[in-house]
């Protein structure tokens, strides 16, 4: 029955005996069914790592461990990456040390984000498939894992490298609303969760903008194969995994994994002038990559491309701009990489739009859109 529900074939084999009448004994049907529920949830047999690396986010971290362990998924470990945080991380995650699935790590010396993200997926993960959840992050789909690895096994034969769903954006402030961040239905293929091919997800992200770290579960040698998190921008994540993609495919799911929570510190929040340009280049990287592999022709997703640079090159400027230390002459910063990134990302509407913000913020005056729901009414 529980195969039934999931798996196409075995429901249509099922409606076949039925007609010919081969049906197994019902009281056989039955005693297999009160085994599958004493059993718990159906699984593919691959054990999942949820690595939850941290750095001082005691105010947070345990709302992510509790999340991870409240999984539904029986092969499942729950492993914290301590990056030598120095406040109350440990003392506040005592209280799951008696859950066999719970594992603490805490580093002797502090190695970075980017530097525990890869010491997490190399040593810390004994898994076959790996789900990186920040520590000031959580997941609100305690069915999540289990129906990941239900849609990989059911596109198996695609090989997929990875799964992914999308995530809701919460902010801490009272004005900050919670936003959906995942793809349309109608770009997808005639099924809910459909399996694409790398290039098609690539163009997917390029387009759409969807990604989710957080909603992704993503094969650990495959991932090691391909040098997960190599790059030190801060975009490290999303670069990782669109390298990855295009080497495989991918299975995408229409539904909210859980929450990528903003309070000011984010890392995403925190690029600097110097390190906009390192996080803009990778789309153009990775489809030139994908088109000297013959995965897909460059030309043809150029002006897909150009919109994601614009959207990109809009949100890290503003980010940027927010700074106390931003004066005029940044403006010129931000012409030179535009012109160093794409020069015809100076058309696309989203970025005048950051331009005016911009203008508007190192002026002194008020701006009216898109900071707070509050001024545009």
């Not at 301590?82 to 066999?100: G, K």
């Not at 502090?110 to 010491?119: A, I, T, V």
């Not at 950051?354 to 002026?363: F, H, K, M």
């Amino acid at each position: 029955l529980g195969r039934g529900l999931t798996d196409p074939d075995a429901l249509a084999s099922l409606r076949r005996g039925v007609g010919h009448g081969r049906v197994p004994d019902p009281q056989a049907i039955l005693q297999n069914f009160e085994a599958a529920l004493v059993s718990g949830p159906p699984t593919t047999g691959s054990k999942v790592s949820i690595l939850i690396p941290t750095w001082n986010q005691e105010r947070f971290v345990v709302h992510a461990v509790e999340s991870a362990l409240a999984q539904d998924y029986p092969e499942l470990e729950v492993v914290v990456c301590d990056d030598a945080s120095t406040d109350r991380t440990q003392c506040v995650l005592e209280r799951f040390r008696s859950d066999p699935r719970f594992r603490y790590e805490r580093r002797t010396a502090r190695l970075g984000r980017l530097g525990n993200y890869r010491r997490a997926v190399q040593h810390d993960a004994c898994g076959d498939w790996v789900l990186m959840l920040d520590g000031d992050d959580h997941l609100i789909d305690t069915t999540f894992v289990r129906s990941a690895m239900q849609a990989l096994a059911k596109h198996a034969h695609h090989e997929p490298v990875f799964v992914q769903a999308g995530h809701r954006v919460v902010w801490q402030t009272p004005e900050g609303d919670p936003v959906h961040a995942r793809q349309p239905v109608d770009i997808l293929p005639a099924c809910a969760d459909g399996c694409l091919d790398g290039a098609d997800y690539l163009r997917l992200v390029l387009e759409t903008g969807f990604f989710s770290h957080l909603g992704t579960v993503y094969s650990r040698s495959a991932a090691l194969q391909r040098g997960i998190y190599r790059s030190d921008c801060s975009a490290t994540d999303m670069e990782s995994l669109l390298r990855l993609a295009v080497s495989g495919s991918v299975v995408v799911m229409n539904r909210i994994a859980g929450c990528w929570v903003q309070h000011g510190g984010n890392a995403s929040g925190q690029v600097p002038w110097s390190g906009i340009e390192e996080n803009a280049v990778i789309f153009q990287r990775i489809v030139a990559d994908a088109a000297a592999a013959g995965r897909l022709e460059g030309r043809a997703i150029a002006s897909a491309l150009t919109r994601c640079e614009a959207r990109t090159l809009s949100h890290l400027f503003v980010s940027a701009a927010g700074h106390p230390s931003t004066t005029i002459r940044h403006v010129w910063t931000m012409l030179r990489l535009m012109i160093r990134v794409n020069p015809r990302v100076f058309l696309d509407r989203v970025l005048l739009q950051s331009w005016i913000l911009i203008g508007c913020l190192l002026t002194g005056r008020s701006v009216s859109w898109p900071f707070s729901r509050r001024r545009r009414r």
